[in-house]
């Protein structure tokens, strides 16, 4: 532990700054930096996210020496203020924040006006002249403190407040009177007796110390524990508190809270944008239990804060002018307005979509905010996949139910279902959902990681909703007022119609539509700031990016996308064709009955060498490597259950001779061909080996189809591929024939097609043994998913059973067939390239799994010195962007390296 527990800010200086993210938080390293740039913050202190993790590591007890240095720091704040932490004439009164090193917005706990008890909101009301707010403060206090540290559900609180503006006419919580306040404070502490059997706790202190030690706990709520999950964040990070004089925005009409933008977090535009309401606090905005009106009069009119609270306004103008361009960001604000007074609560880098972040990072450096090599590490991978979301055609006619606030963009069709929990079920059960709630908290986590996208009828732009969708690049239609939903029905209705669990419903983020039923949809058009992005990146990057690709349509869509060849052709989905799998089935069926194998082929010929032709001419000249068949046979024929239920159904009604007997044929040639473990039996390099007209024939198609471009003048690069080698005798054997089929159709043709033959190494005894292969092997390509299955020992159709819980209990990090294991798959990839380039040292090297389009995978294959990685058509942007930053990352390292070898 450090001697240092806590860190005060505050009357224009702070014991932290910006740099101490990790110790501080994002919150609090954002609170000392504005402080320290002479920017309006209530002063207070923050408990360092090392006292976090001691406090677990210690058996949930606070770290020794903590409970002086927090009454220290209490006492230097009380002075700052001028105000007595328990005083019935000036009480101080703090907010208790959670405050991670990344940012988590609304994971963890938060509770507001801490240090209210029966005698201090006396004092409030008396010193501010002002019962109904004291009230309001302490009713509000009593609510939060009770479901974060006594945890008694929200809801009850929630319900006697609903009764009591039913009984008063008010519309909401604000037109409540300072009596009817007064008297829900009793309730409140009536809610507390009943569900806790102890009086609401009246001691500050006792209060501070619940309030500390529930954020403390919070870091580890399942909702929080669920967001880590979905970002890969630490565990072990945990998060700093945040101690902050109270100011406040629910004393009057003069008084306001809000959330503002710097740039716009949807589209990225470069205005400011926000919201914020009169006479709330701050959670009001963030949960959406009012709806609340924009910051500018372009947006807003005479409803926004720049008409309403011009002064304000204006402080806060140049207060987010002056924050952007010390963080070189687009930046989340937090702000409140006490008797026309700006007080800023926080500012961190501002959660947004893919499509903004593009063109926030490109207009930056642009402005030469940032340079070009920043601006490509501000784009994550996983953002920049937001942009390939499809939007509703324009075109089709659609039946719109509502419109809400356009929260995240995209388009997204799903059932309607009403709770988080229900989501989850759903998804399990195959289905897609689209979660529909009054607005979301949260709770909601879980279930808005699964929603193909998400509804709401209350809350703004910057809602909960809103802000944690467009961090999951997830469709939202937030604020939708329209729709009246039911839990207790599990329906909502609009105009008179109703929408149930489970009809279908479509989305649209981008508009704010809710259209009624599965609503067709475009693909997207990229525009100027991706290709800008996209060109500065490919400048920076070494790793070339081909994609996965089996038909011409493909691979054309991969070119658009920037790829750079072909690193995978599964030559197998092609005999799946309507018009192939008959004579794949006959061939199969007759496999021993060479004149019939032989004939069967000799129809495929032509129909490879076409889907050849096409692959080809669409790559115009650009590597294009082809993987021989690799799956086992028994994956062409139909199920055998299948089979014998249809040969039992033909039997009772003992007709149709002819069938039977074909089917019994059929049937007996399924159970001959089942093997107990297929993925390791008879398939890849084995096929062709025990069937070498196989290869042949495929050979034959893919340099018959070269040789005739080449006679057109178009340029080919073909790349023949031998699967599932595992000993140099393989590959030999299978490599001859194929070289001679090649020289025999070149003959015959009479042109020159400069080819390559190579392996994948998937199989582990090939990566040990990968000197010896590299002798016959013009190639390396890492079938990386048949690799970690092996080297595992996990069958990738079955492992979904376990792995969820192995990265829950911390056995993986994350699942091994979603990025490479870098630990032991990755140290088979790294002998492999080794013990390869030793023989060969210009051993070219890829990747073909869908690990090539993972960002982690694809800076370990830029740090491993592979030559390409290669993934589907729509992951190429993501490779290329990925593939840049680890360039980046790379050069850098390596000045910072030689500054310290200078130093």
């Not at 209530?42 to 606070?62: H, L, Q, S």
């Not at 559900?153 to 609903?162: I, P, V, Y």
């Not at 038909?551 to 309507?578: N, S, W």
Request: glycine share 8%.
């Amino acid at each position: 532990m450090p001697n240092k527990l806590t860190y005060f800010f505050g009357g224009g200086t702070a014991d932290g700054n910006i740099e101490m993210k990790n110790l501080l938080g994002g919150k609090g390293a954002g609170l000392a930096e504005m402080t320290n740039l002479g920017v309006p913050v209530p002063p207070g202190f923050t408990i360092t996210t090392e006292c976090c993790v001691d406090y677990y590591d210690g058996g949930r007890k606070w770290p020794k020496g903590l409970d002086a240095d927090i009454k220290k720091s209490m006492k230097r704040l009380e002075k700052a203020m001028g105000r007595g932490f328990g005083s019935t004439k000036a009480p101080l009164l703090v907010s208790v924040r959670s405050g991670a090193r990344a940012s988590m917005p609304g994971m963890m706990d938060t509770i507001l006006n801490l240090g209210l008890n029966d005698e201090t909101v006396e004092g409030l009301a008396r010193e501010s002249r002002n019962p109904r707010f004291a009230y309001d403060s302490y009713r509000r206090f009593i609510q939060m403190y009770s479901d974060v540290v006594l945890d008694i559900s929200k809801e009850k609180f929630e319900h006697a407040l609903e009764q009591a503006k039913k009984k008063t006419g008010a519309k909401s919580d604000a037109d409540l009177s300072a009596e009817t306040l007064q008297k829900l404070v009793k309730t409140y502490k009536g809610l507390v007796k009943k569900h806790s059997r102890h009086s609401f706790p009246q001691d500050p202190w006792s209060q501070l110390e619940g309030a500390i030690s529930a954020v403390f706990l919070s870091w580890n709520n399942q909702r929080a524990i669920d967001y880590r999950r979905i970002y890969n964040i630490p565990a072990a990070w945990g998060t700093a508190v945040n101690v902050q004089s109270m100011v406040f925005g629910n004393m009057g009409d003069d008084c306001a809270t809000g959330v503002a933008f710097t740039r716009d977090p949807s589209t990225g535009e470069n205005r400011f944008y926000g919201e914020y309401l009169l006479n709330a606090q701050g959670e009001d905005v963030v949960a959406g239990i009012r709806t609340p009106q924009p910051l500018t009069k372009a947006d807003g009119g005479k409803k926004s804060l720049e008409a309403a609270m011009p002064k304000a306004y204006a402080d806060l103008v140049k207060v987010y002018k002056s924050l952007e361009k010390q963080y070189r960001d687009m930046l989340d604000l937090e702000f409140t307005i006490q008797n026309g007074t700006l007080f800023m609560l926080q500012s961190r880098v501002g959660k947004r979509t893919g499509a903004a972040a593009v063109r926030i990072a490109v207009e930056m450096a642009e402005s030469r905010l940032i340079d070009r090599k920043t601006a490509v590490m501000r784009v994550s991978p996983d953002q920049l996949d937001q942009l390939l979301h499809p939007t509703l055609d324009p075109k089709a006619k659609l039946d719109i139910l509502a419109k809400g606030l356009p929260a995240s963009p995209g388009a997204a069709a799903g059932r309607v279902v009403f709770n988080a929990d229900d989501a989850v079920a759903w998804v399990e059960n195959g289905e897609a959902v689209l979660l529909t709630r009054l607005e979301t908290s949260p709770e909601d986590i879980h279930g808005m990681e699964v929603s193909k996208g998400i509804l709401t009828a209350r809350g703004g732009m910057t809602s909960h909703a809103a802000v944690v969708a467009r961090g999951m690049g997830k469709a939202c239609v937030a604020g939708c007022g329209d729709i009246e939903v039911d839990y207790a029905r599990k329906c909502f209705t609009v105009d008179g119609r109703t929408v149930k669990e489970g009809d279908w419903i479509t989305i649209d983020g981008g508009s704010g539509r809710v259209v009624t039923g599965k609503a067709p949809t475009v693909e997207p058009k990229l525009d100027k700031y991706f290709d800008k992005l996209m060109t500065w990146a490919d400048s920076c990057r070494r790793l070339k990016v081909r994609t996965n690709a089996d038909t011409p349509e493909d691979a054309v869509r991969a070119r658009k996308f920037g790829a750079q060849g072909i690193g995978l052709c599964r030559t197998e989905h092609m005999f799946f064709a309507e018009d192939r799998l008959p004579i794949v089935r006959n061939m199969i069926l007759n496999m021993k009955d060479k004149k019939v194998r032989e004939k069967s082929l000799e129809k495929l010929l032509p129909m490879q060498r076409h889907d050849f032709l096409g692959i080809f001419a669409a790559l115009e000249g650009l590597p294009v490597t082809i993987r021989l068949l690799d799956p086992p046979l028994h994956e062409f024929l139909p199920n055998f259950t299948e089979v014998t239920v249809e040969l039992e159904d033909l039997r009772r009604k003992g007709k149709n001779k002819r069938k039977i007997a074909e089917l019994e044929s059929l049937q007996a040639k399924v159970q001959s061909l089942h093997e107990l473990n297929p993925m390791l039996g008879h398939r890849g390099c084995r096929l062709g080996v025990t069937f070498p007209e196989l290869y042949d024939m495929q050979v034959r198609a893919i340099m018959e189809a070269a040789c005739e471009l080449k006679r057109r003048k178009v340029k080919v690069q073909p790349e023949i591929m031998i699967p599932l080698v595992g000993t140099a005798e393989e590959l030999v054997l299978t490599r001859r024939r194929a070289i001679a089929v090649a020289q025999d159709v070149q003959s015959k043709y009479g042109v020159k097609v400069k080819y390559l033959v190579g392996t994948m190494i998937e199989v582990p005894r090939a990566a040990v043994c990968a000197d010896e292969i590299a002798e016959h092997a013009d190639f390396f390509s890492f079938g990386t998913n048949d690799l970690t299955q092996m080297t595992f020992g996990y069958s990738r159709d079955d492992a979904f059973k376990f792995l969820p819980q192995y990265v829950a209990d911390g056995i993986l990090p994350i699942d091994p067939f979603i990025s490479i294991d870098q630990t032991g798959v990755g140290k088979l990839m790294e002998m492999a390239v080794q013990k390869g380039r030793s023989i060969k040292p210009k051993l070219k090297c890829g990747i073909c799994g869908e690990h090539g389009g993972e960002a982690a995978s694809v800076e370990f294959c830029h740090t491993l010195g592979l030559d390409y990685v290669s993934c589907s058509p729509f992951r190429v942007p993501l490779a290329r962007l990925a593939a840049a930053q680890a360039a980046v990352r790379e050069s850098t390292a390596k000045v910072r390296g030689s500054a310290a070898d200078t130093n």
